[in-house]
């Protein structure tokens, strides 16, 4: 069974063929010891599957026929599949893809000179209802497996093949920045980061993937025992009281405990490498030089040790933010900036096809009804008239 829309399972799910994209080599060998093979036969598929690409293991032609007719039985090769392909002005790539149970995720792929970063989803929408968010607002359906992760950087160095010319790769960097929080389904996320980091997989270095999280501390710490991989913190306020509006799992971990588990973090990944604490400016809400400057006394202890972007909010419908002017944007930049803290300023890329950062929404079945609500909002505000979200 080696369609690209086979149903997607993973080892753990008995009766079920297994989807080989999710399993890292570990797990890998795991499975062939299992069929009485040598661990190499893991080296050989991942190769296969991950390298050349490979959808049916007719092809694997250095396996033996026997081998191959085990693995048409009890295995897969699955992968979600590409909807809709935008393509911004900018060069930035937006797909939408189907997984196998019919609900549908966004990646994002965004060129720039010496790299480019595909922005991976982990979840179907997302739980946590960050109120500058599209994909908070559509509400949530499930997590992702690790194949389905994995897949979609499968799919996408795929569809990028020939796009990109002058570097031997296009896909160089990954943020697990898409819709859903990672940290809440990590127990797929941190095999598929396995297989990213794997030079077997995609060879990406740890520095080059990043993880992004709003904020679940005790997963933190929990993470931090097993990757060292890049960490970005979704902070956009510089107390409590702002932040609990505005990213709500902060009723839950304060920021006092979030920094606690970011500096543990960095204390287990090495001194020379930073955080990311990611900031979404907008108008009126968290903009003001005062917040500038709470927002380097709160980072003051971790200013050696971090890097802040700032992100020009980006509008959707009914979202009731603005994105301050760029004036306003380049004072609290230079505020921090004279405060010593490396900070930059993220460019909006994609805006035109609505795949700049808080845009993506996919198309999915909400089991939270939240996205209900929001559209009956939106209905109550008149800013639409139909169900047009
Ligand atoms: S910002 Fe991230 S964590 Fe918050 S609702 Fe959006 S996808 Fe979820």
Known sequence: MTTANAT?????????????????????EEFFAGLGERPFRAVQVMKWLHHRGADDFASM?????????????????????VMAENISTDGTRKWLMRLDDGQRIEVVFIPEKDRGTLCISSQVGCALD???????????????????????????????????TGRDRAITNIVLMGMGEPLLNFDAVLPAIDILLDDLGYGISKRRLTLSTAGVAPAILRLAEVTDVALAIS????????????????RRY???????????????????????????????VNDSLEQAEALANLLADL????????????????SGYRRPTEARVRAFQTHLLERGFATMLRTTRGEDIDAACGQLAGNFEDRTRRRERYIARLK??????????
């Open 8 to 28: 997607a399972s993973t080892a753990s799910d008995p009766g079920r063929p297994v989807n080989l994209i999710g399993l890292p080599r570990a797990g890998l």
């Open 61 to 81: 032609t250095d396996l033996s026929r026997v081998l191959r007719a085990k693995l048409e039985e009890m295995a897969v090769v699955a992968m979600p599949e």
């Open 130 to 164: 960050c109120s500058f968010c599209a994909t908070g607002k559509q509400g949530f359906n499930r997590n992702l497996t690790t194949a389905e992760i994995v897949g979609q950087v499968r799919q996408a160095s795929r569809r990028l093949q020939g796009v990109v």
């Open 235 to 250: 902070l956009h306020a510089p107390d409590d009281a702002l932040r609990d509006q505005l990213v709500p799992i902060n």
């Open 254 to 284: 304060p920021i006092a405990e979030l920094l606690d588990a970011v500096r543990t973090y960095l204390g287990k990944i090495g001194d020379w490498r930073s955080v990311t604490i990611e900031y979404t400016l907008m108008d009126g």
């Open 303 to 318: 200013r050696e040790r971090s890097k802040i972007n700032l992100i020009p909010f980006n509008p959707f419908p009914g």
């Open 380 to 389: 109550d505000h008149g800013v639409i008239t139909h169900q047009a979200v």
